[in-house]
C-alpha cells in the first residue's frame, strides 16, 4: 500500500525531526490507536520514548497482563505498568454523572504521568484519530457537546507536555493498516474499539470494586461467546453494561433480587453513526444463559436495540 508506506516514512522523519534528541512518553492502553502511535513513534525515536500503561481498574478481564505480554514479548518495547487503580477508584467515589467521570479520569491521567515523567519528557504522544476530533469538536452555537472523548477533550489546561498527534486525521481502517505494515499482531489491531475511561462508562451511575468485578466477568463471557461463534468481527463493538436497576428473579425457589445487564452490539464504521447488531437469538441465549449462571449478581439481561443515532454507542 503505497500511500500508507509513504505517510509512514514521512511521520517518522517528521516526528524524529521534531522531537530530535529530547523525550517523550505515551499512555499506551492496549487498543488499536495507542499502540500504532506507540509503534511508530518508537520506530522515530527508539529508546527515548517510554510508553507506560496505566491500569486504572477500569479495564477488561486479563488486560494489563495481555497488554504487557504483547508489548514486551512481541514487540520488544519496554513497558511500564503503573498500577493506579486505588486512585482512580477513590476519585470516583460517589460520582454518577458521566461528563464528571471523563474528566476526573482525563486529569487523573494526565497527573499520574507527570508524576512518572518527573519532567523528564517534553512531549506527549496521543493516539487520537480523526473520529475523536470530530465528536469532541461538535460543540457549536446551538448544537451541545455531545461527549469529551478524554484523548481531547478532558485535558486540563496547565499540562506541561507538548502534544504529538500523529494519527489525528486517519481512519481507523488507516490505522489498522499502518498498524499491519508497522507489525503489530491482527489480534491487537482487530480488537473492538475500547473507550478511554473504560468500564467508568459503563457501569451506569457509581463504580464499586464489586460493580467492576461482575461487570469485567460478564463482558468477558459475551466476548467468548461471540467469538466461540465467529461473530465478534462481524460487529464493530460489543460490550455489557451493568445498569443500577436490580429486578426480582427467582433461583432454586427462592427470591432473587439481582441487577440488570444490558448486552450491547453495534455494527459501524466509523463509530460516528451505528445500527444495532442482529446477532441470531441463539447466541444472544447462550450469553445469556452462561452470564446468569457464572456471573453472581445478575439476575436479568436485556438486548440494547437501538441505534446511533438516536442513542450513541456507549450508555453513558
Ligand atoms: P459514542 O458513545 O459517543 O461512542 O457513540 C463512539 C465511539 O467512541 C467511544 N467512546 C470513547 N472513547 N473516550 C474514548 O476514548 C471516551 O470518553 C469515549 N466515549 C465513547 C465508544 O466506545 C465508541 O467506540
Redesign the pocket.
Known amino acids: 500500500n503505497w500511500s500508507l508506506n509513504y505517510f509512514i516514512e514521512e511521520k517518522i522523519e517528521e516526528i524524529r525531526n521534531e522531537i530530535n534528541d529530547k523525550k517523550a512518553i505515551i499512555a499506551l492502553s492496549g487498543g488499536v490507536d495507542s499502540s500504532v502511535a506507540t509503534v511508530l513513534v518508537h520506530k522515530a525515536i527508539g529508546k527515548n520514548l517510554k510508553a507506560v500503561f496505566v491500569n486504572h481498574g477500569l479495564l477488561r478481564l486479563n488486560e494489563e497482563i495481555e497488554v504487557k505480554k504483547i508489548f514486551n514479548d512481541l514487540i520488544g518495547i519496554n513497558l511500564t505498568v503503573i498500577d493506579a487503580k486505588k486512585r482512580f477508584l477513590d476519585k470516583l467515589k460517589n460520582i454518577i454523572d458521566p461528563e464528571k467521570k ?1 474528566k476526573i479520569i482525563g486529569e487523573e491521567f494526565i497527573r499520574v504521568f507527570e508524576e512518572v515523567s518527573k519532567n523528564n519528557y517534553d512531549y506527549l504522544i496521543q493516539g487520537t484519530i480523526y473520529s ?1 476530533v470530530i ?1 469532541s469538536a461538535a460543540s457549536g452555537k446551538n448544537t451541545a457537546k ?6 481531547v477533550g478532558g485535558l486540563p489546561e496547565d499540562i506541561e507536555f507538548k502534544i504529538i498527534e500523529p494519527l489525528k486525521y486517519l481512519f481507523k481502517d488507516e490505522v489498522r493498516k499502518i498498524g499491519e505494515i508497522l507489525g503489530i499482531p491482527k489480534h491487537i489491531l482487530y480488537r473492538h ?5 473504560g468500564l467508568a ?1 459503563r457501569i451506569i451511575g457509581e463504580i464499586t470494586e464489586e460493580k467492576l468485578n461482575i461487570l469485567k466477568k460478564a463482558d468477558h463471557i459475551f466476548i467468548e461467546t461471540l467469538k466461540k461463534n465467529n461473530w465478534y468481527d462481524k460487529v464493530w ?1 460489543a460490550f455489557t453494561v451493568l445498569t443500577p436497576i436490580k429486578t426480582v428473579g427467582v433461583v432454586g425457589d427462592e427470591r432473587n433480587y439481582d441487577y440488570v445487564l444490558a448486552i450491547r452490539s453495534v455494527n459501524s464504521v466509523e ?1 460516528m453513526t ?1 445500527n444495532w447488531s442482529k446477532i441470531p437469538f441463539e447466541i444472544l441465549e447462550e450469553a445469556s444463559t452462561r452470564i446468569t449462571n457464572e456471573v453472581k449478581g445478575i439476575g436479568r439481561i436485556v438486548y440494547d436495540i437501538t441505534s ?1 443515532p438516536p442513542a ?3 450508555w453513558e
Open positions: 471523563r475523536d465528536e455531545i461527549k469529551s472523548h478524554h484523548n474499539p475500547f473507550p478511554g475511561p462508562i463493538q463509530g451505528a446511533k450513541t454507542i456507549e
